[in-house]
T-cell receptor, first 118, second 108 residues
Framework: DAGVTQSPTHLIKTRGQHVTLRCSPI?????VSWYQQVLGQGPQFIFQ???????GRGNFPDRFSARQFPNYSSELNVNALLLGDSALYLC?????????????????FGAGSRLTVL | KNEVEQSPQNLTAQEGEFITINCSYS?????LHWLQQHPGGGIVSLFM???GKKKHGRLIATINIQEKHSSLHITASHPRDSAVYIC??????????FGKGTKLSVKP
């Protein structure tokens, strides 16, 4: 069974551009969450989706948006890119969530999409 | 002050040494995770625990809920253990909060 897959693995954009990152969860996993990891720091939570609905949102501007599709794959979109958006974007899937929030589920992470904004 | 603090930030050990990485947190949690991140970015979940102690091979994770503290131990360390180890907590309310990670380098 394939793990969590993310695409693209690396990409370079310029300031002001838009980017779409994609994530396919493990088969059977209905919850997908997105994280931003700036170099030298721990990941920061961006979004969580469960059953195609947003279940959590971190402290990120409205330039960041996401959605989950009927097959539970997900996209993260970032508009009007800034230099500070350069980071590793990680996707994780889990079988479920509890109480509408990230419950105590084991997460499986993808390898990440490394975004460089010039 | 970060809600999840790890120590040390960097750790260099000789092969075979016993290693301890510490994590303290300041929020109520439903679970604590220990993650391993290798160069290039991939993250592997090592442990998820809410009480007591778990062991997997040479890795041991403990948690003291009253003291809001967890430790990750590596016995008989090996160069392939070199990685960044990240502590993350699932708060009682809200989503995962990560520590900044501990960079471990094990020398042969």
């Amino acid at each position: 069974d394939a793990g969590v897959t993310q695409s693209p693995t690396h990409l370079i954009k310029t300031r002001g551009q838009h980017v779409t990152l994609r994530c396919s969860p493990i088969s059977g996993h209905k919850s997908v969450s997105w994280y931003q990891q700036v170099l030298g720091q721990g990941p920061q939570f961006i979004f969580q989706y469960y059953e195609k609905e947003e279940r959590g949102r971190g402290n990120f501007p409205d330039r960041f948006s996401a959605r989950q599709f009927p097959n539970y794959s997900s996209e993260l979109n970032v508009n009007a890119l800034l230099l500070g958006d350069s980071a590793l974007y990680l996707c994780a899937s889990s079988p479920r969530t509890s109480g509408g929030l990230s419950g105590a589920n084991v997460l499986t992470f993808g390898a990440g999409s490394r975004l460089t904004v010039l | 002050k970060n809600e999840v603090e790890q120590s040390p930030q960097n750790l260099t050990a000789q092969e075979g040494e016993f290693i301890t990485i510490n994590c303290s947190y300041s929020v109520g949690i439903s679970a604590l995770h220990w993650l391993q991140q290798h160069p290039g970015g991939g993250i592997v979940s090592l442990f998820m625990l809410s009480s007591g102690k778990k062991k997997h091979g040479r890795l041991i994770a403990t948690i003291n809920i009253q003291e809001k503290h967890s430790s990750l131990h590596i016995t008989a360390s090996h160069p392939r253990d070199s990685a960044v180890y990240i502590c993350a907590v699932t708060p009682s309310q809200g989503n995962l909060i990560f520590g900044k990670g501990t960079k471990l380098s094990v020398k042969p």
